[in-house]
């Protein structure tokens, strides 16, 4: 929901020293900027729409793709990425989707795309004119990409693509897809390849739109002997499994930072309720146990933003330093994501746990926080991925 915060956002984790003075710049534009916003976000799709277009007016959306494509950077910055998501989820979820869907559904032209894609594609995103999104998942195959039964095979002209993708963000608004179909079906993992789809191209069908319990645009793509011209292949034949890994490690420490948004805002909400309700002659907030609760949602706040921080920081410096992103960043980025998601579903819970009756209200920010939340400890590699990933990485010392 896009309902006015208690508070504004606290800035104090700004003079960190994971951030420097270029992030303090953006955090003071941006503030000020998301608390201005009042969008009726009753309609997923038009809203989704609406902020689209605000964030691209507001020149946020630069921050999705390189400077020489109308970007803000000279390449896309973790930290940047990381308080633009905090940020806007603290005022609305859905204005953080927004944002986050430009930079992912793009993300891969940006890594792979060649010079005439990223000239057709990216400054679109950039200015809001052009709706993103990335079409990895399909009914069998979520947690496992290698089961993707999506194929393209090549014509004399380009590409026809057949099968189904669901859960797909954007879809039904977007301009154009970033789609993952197999183009070597015996190849696993190494049989899979990236393609630039417009949203018009004829055989492609995004009407089924799919309702969830937070508004978020969802559809399932139908693909029936879609053709794409040969252009439309982005990256390298069969190397689409590695792009699309490589485009979700950019925005995962940013998943972590849409979480503690959205945490954050439940711990503001829980203490303005703290001061504000009486019961018993004093105010919730004069009993010890309200003092246990806030001073446990606190420390997973803060939890959740160190290894958020730590893991963008880490890329940003990867990236500085010309070194290829390794498995200590890796396994970060995964304890940021893991940490910071189920963290957020815990405060968001105790946060209404306080509200009381006003909690379940529907129309109460903690109550579309509670719904808010849930899909994050699941898209982009579910809870469970992340464990495995942080557990090998501490086998392997
Ligand atoms: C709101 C939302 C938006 C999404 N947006 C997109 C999008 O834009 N593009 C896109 O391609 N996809 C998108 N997805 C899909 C998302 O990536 C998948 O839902 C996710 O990968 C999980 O796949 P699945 O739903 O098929 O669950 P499954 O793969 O069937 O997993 C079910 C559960 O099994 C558990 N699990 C997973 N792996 C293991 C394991 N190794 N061991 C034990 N347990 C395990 C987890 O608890 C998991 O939640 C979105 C999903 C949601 C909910």
Not at 259 to 281: D, I, K, Q, S
Not at 300 to 314: E, I, K
Request: hydrophobic share 45%; proline share 4%.
């Amino acid at each position: 929901m896009n309902t006015p915060p208690p508070t504004p956002p606290s800035t104090a984790h700004l003079s960190l020293p994971f951030f420097d003075d270029a992030h303090r710049e953006l955090a003071q534009g941006l503030v000020p900027w998301a608390a201005a916003q009042d969008v009726d976000e009753h309609d997923d799709r038009a809203a989704c729409r609406d902020w689209v277009r605000r964030l691209g007016g507001g020149g946020w959306l630069r921050y999705c793709v390189p400077a020489a494509f109308g970007g803000a950077l000279e390449q896309l910055d973790s930290r940047a990425l990381v308080l633009l998501r905090e940020t806007l989820a603290y005022h609305s979820p859905l204005a953080d989707f927004a944002f986050a869907m430009q930079g992912l559904g793009s993300g891969a032209i940006t890594l792979a795309g060649s010079a005439s894609q990223q000239a057709a594609w990216l400054p679109g995103v950039a200015d809001g004119s052009r709706i993103a999104a990335f079409a990895l998942s399909e009914p069998e195959a979520g947690s496992d990409v290698g089961a993707m039964a999506m194929r393209a095979e090549a014509t004399p002209d380009g590409w026809r693509l057949n099968g189904t993708k669901t859960w797909i963000s954007n879809g039904g608004i977007a301009d154009f897809y970033c789609v993952f179909a197999k183009t070597d079906p015996a190849g696993g993992t190494r049989g899979i390849t990236a393609f630039i789809v417009d949203a018009g191209s004829p055989g492609l069908d995004s009407s089924a739109h799919i309702h969830v319990m937070a508004p978020h645009p969802l559809a399932t793509l139908q693909f029936d002997g879609c053709n794409v011209p040969r252009e439309a292949q982005l990256g390298e034949l069969n190397g689409g499994f590695k792009l699309a890994m490589r485009t979700l490690d950019i925005f995962r420490a940013s998943v972590a930072a849409a979480a503690l948004g959205m945490a954050r805002r439940a711990l503001a909400e829980a203490v303005a309720h703290a001061h504000r309700r009486r019961m018993f002659g004093h105010t919730l907030g004069d009993f010890q146990l309200t003092q246990a609760k806030l001073g446990d949602m606190a420390a997973m706040v803060d939890a959740a933003a160190l290894l958020t921080y730590r893991a963008a920081w880490m890329r940003d410096e990867a990236v500085r330093n010309g070194r290829a992103l390794g498995a200590d960043y890796t396994a970060a980025a995964a304890m940021a994501k893991m940490a910071a998601t189920e963290n957020a579903q815990r405060v968001i819970d105790m946060a209404l746990q306080l509200h009381g009756g006003l909690g379940v209200q529907v129309g109460t920010k903690v109550e579309s926080l509670y719904r808010d939340i849930r899909s994050l400890r699941i898209y982009e590699g579910a809870t469970e991925v992340q464990q495995l990933i942080i557990g090998k990485s501490v086998l392997r010392g």
